[in-house]
């Protein structure tokens, strides 16, 4: 069983603390530099003011959204009602002259 490293950190942290979670601390202080700034742009949420940190229930739903977990079953919509009947129905023998 592993342990999921944003469920250790304060409700809000530092880029430090989440790039540690997130990509480990061999490759946290690059994450910091080149990517935040680009996540930012695709809707990554931004530090609180208030708090001095980005709120980690929204990183967390920030990924699962990326990563198209949160889209669920939605995503594909009913194709019409379903025949039951047309597996009551006899199959139509093929003979050679039809093929």
Known sequence: MTIDPLSQLPLFATDQQLAVAIVGKDRASMWVKTVIPQLER???????????GRPVPLVRRFYEGYFGITAGFNVAAPDGKEDWNVWNRRRRVRKASDA
């Not at 695709?42 to 001095?52: N, V």
Request: avoid cysteine.
């Open 42 to 52: 695709k809707g990554f949420p931004r530090i609180d003011p208030l708090h001095d």
